[in-house]
């Protein structure tokens, strides 16, 4: 439990990012250049000016399908005194043929009365040069095609073959290596042991760097030994122009990342004020940068998009920071230390003509939650935060067009909304559905702060029995809000399969040995075992495991059927997709809240008319554990 | 000359566009799909919605370096009344590890007194599940991680990789097959011979195809015959998802592409109502879209972006029209036909704070002009076009913000602009530099106009032999410009290599047999060419071509170096470009006029930099026929 490299700095990121440009540039590094053929040079930059290497045409030619002839044979045309040219005195000629010898102008076919014999009669006469393309009329030998640094487009590459330019130098594309270590990780598989850690930063790197015009390269994964990291990172850093060291770099056991850099190269800093991300290295061997990246896939992608990403836009000489920035409504506070910078990921959308902000989970080992986002909220260092309501600005992950057409549905999770994301997306490509987790009452209060189109609760009103209504009236005592129905789901205990603790009961669940997992706080099926509880006489301190929550039903099916666990309330449709037992306990109503300001919104009519779709209904059935009564249709709560 | 098919429409775009689609959809054109692996997945669309087939984590593992155990061995303790756990109570546990069995608490190494025995003791309680990352905490197996028809982002490639997920579906990039034809073309070589078109068509189609994720494949050039024509259709028909047949699409001599198309398959239209283009041909066989595009690139790029791109936006199913659009002002008028909508070509600054369009040279032949266009004025079909000063919708082939970065140069030209243009790109990025030969008199009327941030001029007073001054006066009676010296130039007669016709004066190029070539009307060349004239008592009428007009010092070079002309007015730089004998007649001054608006942006601040920098000393005396006498500096006009 020794720290192998015990020095750890806190230098404020815009500070260490700018001294390692300036130690790098210091160092030479700069960009290669290479030779390419024009055909394949689309999108590159020009390393310096290019120049045409023959005339555009490279003889004259005809501009129009006709005849070509001396001008002054025809001088003296007119509708009247008609001139006929003999058959020695003109050639005819298609569009880009060449002019012949002796001739100096065109006519067009339209004007040409060809007669019998041979010859040709013209009403009007030719001027010199008329329809000709004279040598270089598009581009001349010699002239500048391109100035150096430039994009090469598709017309350039026709301007450039056309100059006789086959081949060209344009900016190398940095060759980015990235070394994943560590004893526990391993190749991506479909059967990973336990303790095994896929290995997926390295395709996430990659695909970051390909669109910033880099050309990633992955090495084997390395053990945490320190000879064979030290031997690896030598070999990356003489075959690439710059070098990610992934994981290994936090103060754990097994951190040699440090140590091995210091002695290939030279480390500037380890150890950066932003979280996540602060145990990165700043280091180089030569000109090419060595920078070690934390392992949690989160960190390891803040560190790559502020510390190595400008290292590629010097390397191509382009402006450090293009990433689209707007302003947006917080809808909770973000609480953030003072000692580093925070990056907050943020799930955005229009409800209304808002473009509203809710800070996302901050573990930086999940990866799906960074697929979630669609903006990064930066809380300078030194800063505490920022208060629920208060205009924030926001580094755009998505396309603002597309934040636009995307419908929020923050509340109880139902994985059935993900399949009516899929369907309202696939019927109007436009349109897009986000939801978020967050259990019933956390969707009340969603729409209540104007952060959701819709929000999916099942709230059991414990003395009627009855489903939502009171709560609707209760947190929107004005109205402005519309249910809507949605389904009936089957709830009750989910159990190991073939219920080996033979559980017959819900009072079983406190029963010697039953280890249960719950449902956070504030969601439905939360309630709903709690109202259980009460009405079975199960005292939930007896109930081993009451106080561990999971955030979904899959979650809590997860937790059974990898045998964590052996009963929690759930639907149906969960303990089927794991293959579980399920012992039904009741049916609730899971309806949609829809705020009445976006009800005619284009989304919102999708949604409703997607509810009511033939398909919605075969996917839902399929499912298993569900019942639908008129899905889409308004509930009288008023 | 008679036409192989005479039948030609000319239906408007949007209804033969919307036909097309429609009945490519009544054939069955769609998307294909294919397997790919996921790490290769970046950009692409999936095909249908991606499931989890495992749970990340996949197992219980540790969320921080430290201890595993049970809870409740840790019950109890406080600081005063710590609790010592044996060796056989708990594992050593680093980030990620698994919790080994009969653990359910992690407790982090900073919180752990190690003891010589190898005992622990803590001084506080875990809570049960505490830094435990559980099993599917990021995804869960069976759940979905993308919806169907989603562009696959990096993070998204983290998420199915942890999710156990290698491979997806994803729509296939359209293969779209371009076929040149043409007994005139050739493949693009450096030296091509009299008569030989190169083949630079598909190399543009290519890389307009590529921008909009398809993947162009090139056939061999085929020559103007009949069967063959039919037969390589035939074959990319079956290989491809869409084919381009290019050239042979219009009403002339040698075309039989619109009959090759109708045997192998359908033609819907031969003939479209736009400007250029017409020629078009909407083909197709089965399922697979043939379409006719004309020869001439410019005609061909305007063609396939607006034919052949919504096929591809079909196809992914993303919106047809995406190409930003902006309002500017024309600088002159745009006459149109009422029978086509006609695309003009635009030069885009902004001089001042207004976007200004100037429309460029129509010529659909000419590639060179494409790749200089910033903007697409489209005049639709009934129109007869804009006038000056009307404020016009642009469809933007550059960015905007390169457009407000981008100097305008307008007026006279001279190579040294092209080479100015490369430094201020090279020394700053951001800035641009655009030039367009006008002449003189015509960059005095664009700076007039408000078109133009610099115009190149040398105008010689006739009567004090003194240059530009009188102009600017003439023209700028209020002042508001500044005038600022930048070379002097030597001027005179180009000749042909070894001068054969012996001419040693001006005035020989009255002499029999002295092919003259001329510079346009109002540029500082013709004025010095006509003063000559006068001056020497030259008739202009009698010098045989003394009204061919070129609109370049280096396209008078090029026909006297390509025997095309004998002798021309041009500058020394010119000559010694494409080996020339030069015969010297005086030294004029080539000055830059900027108007007072823009003197004081970035763009002007750093051109007049330039003037006055080393580099552009030495690149302009490596030209040849040059003097320097403190350029950069203003000269006193008024």
């Known amino acids: ?79 009247t005194t008609p001139v006929t040219l003999l058959e020695n005195q003109f050639t005819v000629v298609d569009t880009g043929d060449p002019i012949p010898e002796n001739c100096d102008a065109v006519i067009m076919v339209e004007e040409l009365v060809k007669n019998e014999d041979g010859t040709i009669t013209i009403h009007a006469p030719a001027a010199p040069w008329q329809h000709i393309r004279q040598i270089g009329e598009d581009i001349c030998a010699g002239e500048m095609i391109l100035p150096g640094f430039m994009e090469v487009t598709p017309s350039a590459i026709g301007a450039m073959i056309a100059g006789g330019v086959m081949e060209l130098e344009v900016l190398a594309k940095p060759v980015v290596g990235i070394i994943p270590t560590g004893d526990e990780i391993v190749p991506p598989c479909e ?7 896929l290995e997926f930063n390295s395709s996430i790197f990659s695909a970051m760097l390909s669109s910033w015009d880099a050309e990633p390269r992955t090495y084997p994964i390395v053990p945490d030994r320190y000879d064979e990291i030290r031997g690896m990172l030598q070999k990356a850093a003489c075959e690439c122009d710059m070098v990610i060291l992934n994981a290994g770099s936090s103060a754990g056991r097994d951190d040699y ?39 949690y896939p989160v960190s390891g992608i803040i560190v790559i998009e502020e510390l190595l990403r400008p290292l590629i836009d010097c390397w191509y000489g382009r402006e450090n920071d293009r990433a689209s920035r707007t302003s947006a409504r917080l809808t909770r506070q973000i609480v953030s230390g003072l000692k580093y910078q925070e990056y ?10 808002d473009l509203m902000a809710s800070p996302l989970p901050r573990g930086s080992g999940v990866v799906s939650s960074f697929m979630k986002a669609d903006g990064l909220v930066v809380v300078p260092q030194g800063t505490e935060g920022y208060t629920a309501g208060e205009s924030v600005r926001v580094r755009l992950l998505t396309e603002k067009q597309r934040l636009k057409n995307t419908l929020v549905v923050i509340g109880s999770h139902d994985p059935l909304l993900d399949e009516v994301a899929d369907m309202i997306h696939r019927n109007d490509r436009r349109l897009y559905l986000s939801s978020a987790h967050v259990g019933s009452m956390g969707g009340i209060m969603a729409v209540r702060r104007g952060e959701a189109h819709a929000a999916g609760i099942h709230l059991l009103d414990t003395e009627t029995g009855e489903y939502n209504r009171k709560y609707i009236k209760k947190y ?25 603790l033979g559980i017959q009961s819900f009072s079983d669940i406190t029963r010697n040995g039953v280890r249960y997992v719950n449902r956070q706080k504030g969601s439905g099926t939360r309630i709903l075992a709690d109202y259980l509880c009460e009405k079975n006489g199960v005292d939930p301190a007896q109930v081993y495991g009451y106080d561990r929550e999971e955030m979904t039903h899959n979650a809590v099916a997860v937790q059974i059927a990898e045998n964590s666990a052996d009963a929690g309330m759930g639907i149906f449709s969960a303990a089927k997709l794991y293959g579980l037992d399920f012992l039904p306990i009741c049916v609730e109503e899971y309806d949609l809240l829809i705020p009445g300001k976006v009800w005619h919104t284009t989304m919102v009519r999708q949604l409703i008319a997607t509810l009511k779709s033939t398909e919605f209904r075969e996917r839902i059935e399929a499912m298993g554990g569900y019942t639908l009564d008129r899905p889409g249709e308004i509930i009288d709560v008023f």
Request: hydrophobic share 40%; glycine share 10%.
């Open 191 to 197: 059967n990973p042991k336990p303790g095994d850690i």
């Open 476 to 500: 929107f005592p004005h109205g402005e809000v519309y249910l809507v129905r949605c389904v009936g789901r089957q709830q009750g205990l989910m159990l190991q399969s073939g219920n080996p």
């Open 344 to 353: 907050v990921r943020v799930r955005m959308g229009y409800v209304g003509s």
């Open 1 to 79: 439990m020794e720290m192998a490299f015990t020095y750890l700095t806190n230098i404020p990121l815009d500070q260490a990012r700018k001294e390692y440009l300036a130690v790098l540039a210091e160092q030479g590094f700069a960009a290669r250049t290479e030779r390419i053929a024009v055909r394949d040079s689309f999108g590159r930059l020009t390393a310096r000016a290019v120049y045409a290497h023959i005339n555009a045409p490279h003889y004259a030619c005809s501009a129009m399908d006709g005849i070509a002839l001396m001008a002054k044979d025809s001088f003296g045309a007119t509708e």
């Open 257 to 295: 990342s440090a140590r091995a850099v210091e002695e290939v190269g030279q480390v500037l800093y380890h150890g950066i004020a932003i979280k996540p991300g602060k145990p990165a290295i700043l280091g180089y061997k030569d000109t090419v940068p060595i920078l070690g990246v934390p392992g």
